[in-house]
């Protein structure tokens, strides 16, 4: 097994050691990254990860991120480095600031190795929208299979080992949905813990920094070093930054967990419903106390339309600052109009101007109360409810998606409830804004299947005690294509 | 709710300043028809009309100003580095009065 197939706290052990110095690490990687075959890149920062991890002589003991390659998904902002949101109405762009996050990491003396690809300005959970085509799953040697999206680069080359984490965001499920599929620990913490400055915005009231790691620990530490107030983004909060590992190995007996029937009912796959119900016996064996509760079936099928809605209506305005005058290719035009009109025409893809167009729709004077008033209101009482469950329960544990990741060519019933509720409830964890993390729970025919774990607001810490456990029962803890596990589940 | 057409399409295509070809308007079309049953879905829950729309997960409002720090402003080759039709230090667009 190479260094960076290791846990953080492993690698830095290894480099305190002086077994491995950052410059070895940053070649691994980047001989990994350019041998990618899933198409998870944008851009590899070749020449400025080499120059930068010569640099790094002496370790830091103190510093699990000293010397770590990793990667950011390319939405978030980089001084220097080409960021395009994967969208042709930015190409060329190249950043004048870095993102709070990416600033945190270099500070941290992490070494970026470069920027991966999405669907297109986020907005997608395919992974098939971007302007460089279709990312494919690692565990699907044939290419047949997608990895989910819109964080589908970071997601496929944490799942290939490239490096030991990439930053993604999460606005429905856009980091723990692909988690699922590529069988990694899929984090988006509280709304307002991680500062959003230089993150392209999709949908601000629901958008989050989230990340790819191959375990609980490497998770909580990245939260560690990335939360906390910061005068750029207003929205992040000013509660006190923890330890979020520090209750990692403790018993979870006691800690009472909230199964929501309906998703589990509305799931037709039996491999999945077996290995979810040995999971619950599990930790009911380590102590926990499970209960079979009920949302709602009508919330719950609501959940899509009221997102598609609210995300839609707020992309709409907030992509409106996309024109080709400041920045992106400039296709001229007879009037200032004309010239925005050219750009926004070739610039956007298809799936991009329909999604405004709904975005459109919805805010349009004759529908704003029908439709975009009524999916606020709507989430209000989505929220209300899940928080509900929230107060005589510590989590809700459901499984992340209906199934292991879809082939390209599958199609689905968009009004079944398998779609609607089973396919679409991690939202739930966006119009709350609470912790919810992705944990891989075992192998459908050699395909990764994964469980979500959602928390009280701002209670990572106890997320955190909950999924190491977790990892323990599933004994999925450092899996990658390369580093491949049976599991107890 | 406004009656979806091919026009109500066009218009609010044209108002977000791009355009589509045909066969993408009625791709966008049909996609309506099945969006307007998912919407129906917010439709049927009840006891809506006392909630207060939701616009963020938590109060987030801050009421202190930041220290007024002065600052180097973005040097004008830089701020300019990224448009893609620039003369004499400034942006260049078409004139919007004759």
Redesign the interface.
Known sequence: MAYLDLSLHDIHAALLAKKVIPLALTQEALARAKADKNNAFEFINEKGALEYAASLQEPEKENVFWGIPYLLKDNFSTIGIPTTASSNILNGYVPLFDATVEAKLKNAKAVLIGKTTLDELAMGGTGTTGHLGKTFNPWDPTHERMIGGSSCGSAAAVSSSIVPFALGSDTGDSVRKPASFAGLVGMKPTWGRISRYGLFPFAPSLDHVGFFTRNAEDSALLLNLLSGRDEHDSTSSFKPVERFDSKIGQSIKGMKIAVIKEITDSISNEQLNASFLKSVRALEKEGAKIEYISFGRDLLESIYATYIVISCAEATSNDANLDGIKFGPYYGGSTYQEVMFNARTKGFSELIKRRFVIGSFCLMRENQDVLFLRAQKNRAKIVERTNEILQNHDFIYVPAAPGVAPRFADSSDRLSDEYLIADNHLALGNFAGLPSITMPLAFIDGLPIGVNIMGRAFDETGVYQLAAAFERISGLEGLSVLNKKEGKL | ??Q?TME??HD??S??????SEE?YR??YE??K??T?????????E???G????????D?S?DCL?EDVAEAP?PRD??L?????VMDNE?K??K?VG
């Open positions: 709710m406004k979806i109500v399409l609010a295509a108002r977000l300043l791009f355009d589509m993408e791709t966008l996609e309506f099945v969006l049953r998912q919407m129906e879905t917010i439709g049927k829950i006891g809506l009309d909630l207060a729309p939701m616009t963020f997960p938590f987030c801050v930041r973005l830089e701020a580095k990224n448009a893609g039709s942006i667009l078409p919007v």
